[in-house]
């Protein structure tokens, strides 16, 4: 079904801009993945030092790793500020094994803690994953209570290591939604990690561009309601202070990668997106690992970015 390959535009430059957004699926790979241990019960043995797969390496995790080297196919100074990326594929990975949803929710973890390490390594400044979407609050409550809890016992766990290794956490969306207590977390890691600049990780949790979208005008409309703004002054800067990617020094990402081979941006910073470079890949999200990250980023350097320009 994912046969088709699309064309990659011609060698970039340090200054380059490109108008177009290319879709490009890498040559498609096969990794030996480690199932989870399943029990008599049904019930999935998933223990945080599980090897998932053959480059995750014992048990990974942030704390003590040491920086992974630039490849020599990239060029340092054509590397993206800002990455982001669909966790795509979670629930599909465990079908594939007989097991539930959870377990494939697990697994997305382990891949999203290479990510952050190769994106310190490599001198990426920001990513921004999609964690959880507001349609996602329609799955079934125990999914959602899972995921949920999840990415409380991720910021837990992680905390420490954010702190040591620089790396700022924000986190995006409409976190009325969300339990007092995980909003009382978010806040402590927020605030624990604001002065951190190694690596910005922007989690969007009940988050959509559409909510976003909305978000930014009704706080622009309550401006002018209140006689701090006049209508004549709205323009796209105005829209863009308010929102929620205001958070960080770049706002907009340079490249989006999503995995499981679906081609849609799924309503994920449906502004911010406007000029970013779009790179489709086959493998489910915790199949995603070195290669396939390698694979995108080599895909960006080679692209053109204009912006609407022309070059000569």
Not at 4 to 22: A, G, Y
Not at 116 to 143: Q, Y
Not at 161 to 190: H, T
Not at 223 to 238: A, M, P, R, S, W
């Amino acid at each position: 079904m994912f046969s088709l390959r699309f064309p990659v535009p011609l060698v970039n430059s340090p200054s380059s801009h490109s108008f177009h957004s290319h879709c490009c699926y890498p040559p498609y790979h096969r990794f030996q993945t480690q199932g989870l241990a399943v029990t008599k019960r049904g019930t999935v043995a998933a223990p945080a030092c599980v090897a998932l797969r053959d480059d995750a390496g014992e048990g990974t995790s942030l704390a003590g790793e040491s920086p992974e080297p630039l490849p020599d196919e990239l060029s340092p100074e054509l590397m993206p500020k800002h990455v982001a990326v669909i966790m795509d594929g979670n629930g599909r990975w465990a079908k594939l094994r007989g097991l539930p949803p959870s377990a494939g929710h697990q697994a997305g973890v382990q891949s999203l803690r290479r990510l952050v390490r190769l994106c310190c390594s490599w001198g990426i400044k920001v990513l921004t994953v999609f964690a959880f979407s507001t349609d996602n609050w329609v799955r079934p409550k125990v999914e959602v209570d899972f995921l949920l809890k999840l990415f409380e016992r991720t910021i837990n766990s992680e905390i420490d290591a954010f702190k040591r290794e620089g790396i700022r956490v924000s986190v995006i969306g409409d976190s009325s939604k969300l339990s007092e207590s995980l909003q009382k977390l978010i806040g402590s890691a927020e605030e624990d990690t604001k002065k951190n600049t190694r690596l910005q990780l922007i989690v969007a949790v009940s988050y959509s561009g559409k909510y976003d979208v909305v978000q930014a005008c009704k706080s622009v409309a309550q401006k002018v309601k209140d006689g701090d703004l006049y209508v004549e002054e709205i323009n796209e800067n105005i829209i863009e202070q308010e929102l929620e990617t205001n958070c960080t020094e770049f706002p907009y990402p340079d490249l989006l990668i999503r995995t499981s081979g679906e081609l849609r941006v799924s309503n994920f910073l449906l502004w911010q997106l406007a000029y970013t470079e779009l790179y489709f890949n086959r493998d489910l999200w915790p199949d995603f690992g070195k290669d396939e990250f390698l694979e995108a980023l080599s895909s960006f350097q080679q692209r053109q970015r204009r912006y609407g320009g022309r070059h000569s």
